[in-house]
C-alpha cells in the first residue's frame, strides 16, 4: 500500500533553474492551474495530487497505482508542456515511490534538499500549496498523513537543530549583509545583470519583501523577466548613466571583464545625494566597480565577492555538522512512517465496526431474543441493557486494541 506515493520531481540538482520553469504548469490563474490538474488525475488515474513549483523544484506528489515507467513519466509531461521532448524528461525528472518518495519530500520540508540548505522558506511554499490543493479537493488522507509527517519533520529538524543559522550561498549571504546595513524593505536596490547569480539574488530579495527593484542588462528580456518578479523596470546596460530616480543600494553582477559601476558613471547615479549610507554589493570576478569608486566616495558601503565567499565556506564546515544531525532527526521520521500509514489505515478500516456492532446489539434485542426479553421484569431488563452497553463499547475497542499492539510487536 506504501507504494502508492508517487514523486515526479525537477529540482536544481538535475536541472539548470532557468530549465526549470519548462516542466511546471502554464497557467495564469489557480482557475486554469484547477483545470490542468484536474485533467491529469483524470487522464492518468490519479486519486489524490499535491503540486508545487517554485525557482528551483517543480513537484508533483501523488496517489496512484501506476507504474513509473519512463513511458508513463514522458506522457505525464506531455501534458504539462506538450513541447518538451522525451530526452529532456528522461534526463531531468527524478521519479521516486514508496518509502523513497516519503524520504524525498520530507527532505524539501526540513530543506535538506533546497538550493540554499536550511533556508525555512520552503516550509511555507510547501503549505501555501497544500492548501490550494486542499482548496481543489485534491487532497484525501493518504496525502494528509504524509504532509502532517513532513511538517512534524520539519520542525524537529529546525527546533533542534542549527540547520539554518548560518547561509552557505554567495547570493543569500549578499542579501543578509546588504540588510544588516539597516535598509528597509522599501529600499531602492538597482539589480546591474540579469544572469544566475542575481536571479537567485532576486530570489532572495523577494523572500525578504523588497519590492523597488530596477533591473539593468545588456539583454532587456532577461532584464524584464527578472524585474517581473518584483512588478519593476527594466532597462538596458547602456541606459544606466542617464537613471535619475535614485537608489539606496546597487547590486552588480554581469559577464564584464570592464567596471560596469565607474566614477563617472556613480555620480550619475547619486543625482545630487550624498553617497553616506549608499551601499554597492559587487558579486564579479573580476570585479564590476572600479576602484576609484571607493577612493572617491569612501562614505559608501561595499560589500564584495571574495570576503562573502570566505564567509560561505566557513558557514558551510558549520552546517556540514548541523546537517548531519539534521538527516539523523529526518531518518526518524522515515522510519515510523509505514508504521502510521498502516495505523490510519487500520482506523479507516474499523470505522465501521461500531455501526456493525450496534447493529448486531439492535438486531439480538428487537428480534433474535425479543420474546424473551419481553417477558423479563424491569430490574431484569436494566442490568441486560447494562451488560450490553458494556459489551457494546469493549467489543469496538477490542479490534482496534489487538491490531495496534500486533502493529507495534
Not at 524525498?104 to 533556508?119: A, K, P, T
Not at 431474543?369 to 451488560?387: C, G, M, N, P, T
Amino acid at each position: 500500500m506504501l507504494q502508492q506515493y508517487k514523486i515526479l520531481t525537477v529540482t536544481h540538482r538535475s536541472t539548470n533553474l532557468k530549465d526549470i520553469g519548462t516542466f511546471a504548469l502554464s497557467a495564469d490563474n489557480e482557475q486554469s492551474k484547477k483545470l490542468q490538474l484536474d485533467i491529469l488525475k483524470d487522464t492518468f488515474g490519479i486519486e489524490e495530487l499535491y503540486y508545487v513549483a517554485t525557482c528551483n523544484r517543480v513537484l508533483f506528489v501523488f496517489i496512484s497505482e501506476q507504474d513509473l515507467s519512463k513511458n508513463f513519466v514522458e506522457s505525464f509531461f506531455k501534458r504539462v508542456n506538450s513541447n518538451l521532448a522525451a530526452s529532456a524528461t528522461h534526463h531531468n525528472v527524478l521519479a521516486l515511490e514508496g518509502l523513497p518518495a516519503v524520504d524525498h519530500l520530507l527532505r524539501v520540508g526540513g530543506s535538506i534538499d533546497s538550493l540554499v540548505v536550511g533556508e525555512r522558506q520552503i516550509l511555507g511554499q510547501l503549505r501555501e500549496a497544500f492548501d490550494q490543493a486542499q482548496e481543489r479537493g485534491h487532497i484525501g488522507d493518504s496525502l494528509r498523513l504524509l504532509f502532517q509527517r513532513m511538517v512534524a519533520a520539519s520542525k524537529d529538524i529546525y527546533s533542534n537543530t542549527r540547520i539554518g543559522e548560518k547561509p552557505i550561498s554567495v547570493a543569500s549571504l549578499a542579501v543578509r549583509k546588504m540588510m544588516s546595513c539597516q535598509l528597509k524593505s522599501d529600499s531602492r536596490i538597482l539589480l546591474i545583470g540579469a544572469g544566475q547569480t542575481n536571479t537567485l539574488v532576486g530570489k532572495f530579495l523577494v523572500m525578504h519583501g523588497f519590492e523597488q527593484v530596477t533591473v539593468f542588462n545588456r539583454s532587456i528580456e532577461k532584464a524584464e523577466l527578472l524585474a517581473e518578479k518584483f512588478s519593476g523596470e527594466a532597462y538596458t546596460l547602456t541606459e544606466l548613466p542617464n537613471y535619475k530616480k535614485g537608489f539606496d543600494c546597487i547590486i552588480v553582477c554581469t559577464g564584464s571583464k570592464d567596471p560596469v559601476v565607474t566614477p563617472a558613471i556613480y555620480q550619475e547615479l547619486l543625482n545630487g545625494d550624498s553617497p553616506e549610507g549608499k551601499v554597492i554589493v559587487d558579486l564579479a570576478i573580476p570585479h564590476n566597480t572600479a576602484a576609484e569608486v571607493f577612493a572617491s566616495y569612501p562614505e559608501t558601503i561595499y560589500i564584495e565577492i571574495e570576503g562573502l565567499r570566505q564567509l560561505a565556506n566557513e558557514n558551510r564546515d558549520f552546517r556540514k555538522r548541523e546537517l548531519a544531525l539534521a538527516e539523523e532527526r529526518l531518518q526518524d521520521h522515515v522510519d515510523t512512517f509505514p508504521t502510521l500509514f498502516q495505523q490510519r489505515q487500520l482506523e479507516i478500516a474499523m470505522r465501521e465496526v461500531p455501526t456493525a456492532i450496534k447493529a448486531v446489539r439492535a438486531k439480538a434485542v428487537n428480534e433474535v431474543f425479543r420474546k424473551d426479553i419481553e417477558q423479563l421484569d424491569d430490574s431484569a431488563r436494566a442490568v441486560l441493557e447494562e451488560v450490553l452497553s458494556y459489551m457494546e463499547k469493549k467489543c469496538i475497542g477490542i479490534p482496534m486494541r489487538v491490531a495496534r499492539e500486533k502493529l507495534i510487536s
